[in-house]
């Protein structure tokens, strides 16, 4: 059956988003992100220009991606359903801003990977605005490291969405090139 063109990309990652500044911040959960590029790193964020979150983008030219787990699904949709403009987000019980090493915004400390970035350019792509983002620094839960400073993504209880649906990832089924290594 065909469908009409739409969204049908999943599941997608619901991060918060933090921007502004310490003393003005917000959060904004969006599942319109990704990774753009490798080298230099580079991701998006894709924001409506109605809310309240991409006024404090495009004034700073800076935001930090939260990852979301299974902890904080509840707190990543509130942030996702209330307006910056009424509601003080870090006043949330279980969310605590913390100062980011590169960037103005602030990070969320509960969120076991913080992604800072700098906005390079931005493209009006219709409903919302794209903000194209050199990653400037990668912000690491130590629990989530074993005692070589491996990292232990699967540790986390990353959170994804699905059709309006949130989810925690579950077992790993293989790895990358596992599809033709020798035996």
Not at 73 to 91: I, M
Request: hydrophobic share 40%; net charge positive; charged share 20%.
């Amino acid at each position: 059956m065909t469908w009409k063109a739409g969204t049908m990309l999943y599941p997608l990652p619901p991060v918060m988003v933090s921007c502004g500044t310490m003393e003005k911040s917000n959060i904004i959960t969006v599942a319109w992100t990704g990774t753009v590029n490798s080298e230099p790193p580079m991701t998006y964020v894709s924001v409506r220009p109605e809310r309240y979150s991409y006024g404090l983008i495009k004034e700073t030219g800076e935001f930090v991606i939260n990852l979301t787990t299974d902890r904080l699904v509840w707190n990543a949709d509130f942030c996702g359903v209330k307006s910056g403009r009424d509601v003080d987000k870090f006043a949330l019980p279980g969310l605590t801003a913390i100062a980011a090493s590169e960037v103005s915004a602030p990070m969320i400390e509960e969120s076991p990977v913080n992604i800072e970035c700098r906005v390079e350019r931005s493209m009006l792509l219709g409903s919302h605005e794209m903000f194209l983002a050199k990653i400037i620094a990668v912000n690491v839960s130590e629990k989530l490291l074993d005692a070589k400073g491996v990292l232990h993504l699967e540790k986390a209880g990353l959170a994804a969405t699905a059709h309006g649906k949130y989810f925690t990832l579950g077992r790993q089924v293989g790895s990358f090139g596992y599809s033709v290594k020798k035996r």
